[in-house]
């Protein structure tokens, strides 16, 4: 099967080509011929790394008038960073046609600017839902000649509380647009769109119906001992360190420390949590997606709607909270019919709420081992020596807390701390040596750039 067979077009065949692609998956064989006829709105159940937005691009593409300078075809998705992704998409593949213009909008960004940009020629458009019904209020956007609404993870956009925009959006749609619903599951709320806005005879696609989780993925787990998952995890990192992947914890906090907690090791990771800013966020997802950093560390809310293509493995560094969640995690791997490991971290008395997934998911997970450092890596001293004391307003304790929150200690791992006038000292193991200098260079205190250094001799000459 070609999509050519499918029924696209040879100006759109010639930019998939261009880039790479020639064979359809399996949701692109079965929603791209149906889109095309345009006459039953599309309930399509799939899970992530199908091939969904090519499915519904292609065919939307290849129906819009580009003569007709009004927007023809809506796109609803969860999140700035997965509309930016079907924005690109519409683009690539609309290179050799006459010119279709798709706008992205989204919150984070000035409005006013957004505003001015559909004041343009705009044949397409990406939104988040919340933008969307900003925009809609303030009369910058017309939806009245839509031929097509496309809602891309129903189900995330659903988990992310933004039912009450889009019945907004679908109720001042005109009567005739035909409606694609895109869900990896079919909650409660997906099926309450479903009912309430599709046409009763819309047709259902479902992709490996019996299976929630891609098949393509290996599910694994390694048992740590208390007190030594950090190590538990560098040891199962270094032994795939040339590969890529993200690493999952349940909130911002835990999601910040990690990051600072793998500062200075051979793996390369930063973090996306909900503390960052906009730039922020999209300076971090710039340096993973160019391969500048190997390893992400994420909330599953940070996480939402980020695509980034070949990642060999997902860690699950918390268990999440759902299992519902993990099929939205390990699918993260094994995209575009690649292969890819999906591996949780657990203490033995976790193995419960494992058991609980696999039945939940009907999948399998084997335990794969894991051998720590040698003993004397964990066990030398060093002393490091700090440039600040109490006359920068330290004590014992406040030294601590600054360790643990900005160089992503514990306050067991920290020994023997002494406070001077201008100088600070404290004890810890080697294996932290690298962590501490990592996350504290840089870094200023009451407009003094902190120092370290592990020559006690010369501390005092050497920090200043």
């Excluded at 261009?18 to 309930?43: E, R």
Aim: aromatic fraction near 8%; charged fraction near 25%; include cysteine.
């Amino acid at each position: 099967m070609t999509f050519s067979d499918l029924g696209i077009i040879p100006d759109i065949l010639q930019a998939l080509e261009g880039n790479k692609i020639s064979v359809p998956t399996h949701i692109q064989v079965k929603a791209i011929p149906h889109i095309l006829k345009n006459n039953t709105d599309l309930v399509a159940v799939a899970q992530t790394g199908t091939g969904k937005t090519a499915a519904f691009c292609l065919p939307i593409l290849q129906q819009i008038d580009p003569h007709f300078e009004k927007i023809q075809a809506l796109v609803l998705v969860p999140t700035r960073e997965l509309g930016q992704q079907v924005a690109r998409e519409f683009f690539l593949y609309s290179k050799y046609l006459q010119r279709v213009f798709t706008e992205a909008v989204y919150g984070g960004v000035a409005i006013d600017e957004q505003i001015q940009k559909l004041k343009r020629k705009t044949h397409v458009v990406v939104a988040t839902p919340g933008r969307l019904v900003d925009l809609i209020s303030r009369k910058a956007i017309d939806l009245s000649y839509l031929k097509f609404v496309v809602l891309d993870e129903a189900d995330e956009m659903m988990n992310m509380g933004f039912k009450s925009e889009i019945d907004n959006v679908l109720r001042i749609c005109p009567g005739n647009v035909n409606k694609m619903l895109f869900t990896a599951t079919l909650s409660a709320d997906v099926q309450h769109i479903i009912s309430d806005y599709l046409h009763p005879d819309f047709v259902e696609i479902r992709i490996n119906a019996t299976e929630f989780v891609n098949q393509n993925i290996d599910h694994q787990y390694v048992v740590y001992k208390q007190g030594e998952k950090v190590d538990y995890l560098k040891a199962w990192l270094l032994k795939h360190k040339h590969q890529r992947g993200m690493i999952f914890c349940r909130t911002k906090t835990a999601a910040k420390r990690l990051a600072k907690q793998l500062a200075g090791f051979e793996v390369l990771a930063d973090a996306l949590h909900g503390n960052l800013n906009q730039e922020m966020r999209d300076k971090v997802m710039r340096g993973f997606k160019k391969e500048r950093i190997n390893l992400l560390v994420a909330t599953d809310i940070a996480a939402r709607g980020i695509d980034v293509k070949n990642l060999d493995y997902v860690i699950h560094y918390h268990l999440p909270e759902k299992s519902l969640h993990y099929t939205h995690r390990s699918g993260r791997t094994a995209r575009a019919g690649k292969s890819g490991v999906s591996i949780c971290m657990i203490k033995q008395d976790d193995l419960s709420e494992l058991n609980q997934i696999e039945a939940d998911l009907k999948i399998s997970f084997t335990e794969v081992g894991v051998k720590l450092a040698a003993a004397n890596e964990y066990t030398n001293p060093v002393v490091i020596y700090m440039n600040m004391g109490f006359g920068q307003g330290f004590t014992k304790n406040s030294l601590v807390d600054f360790l643990i929150e900005e160089a992503g200690l514990s306050a067991s791992d920290i020994k023997d701390v002494t406070v001077e006038d201008n100088r600070s000292y404290f004890e810890v193991q080697a294996k932290f040596e690298k962590q501490i200098f990592m996350n504290l260079k840089g870094y200023k205190l009451a407009h003094r750039n902190v120092k370290l250094t592990l020559d006690g001799i010369n501390s005092k000459r050497n920090i200043y």
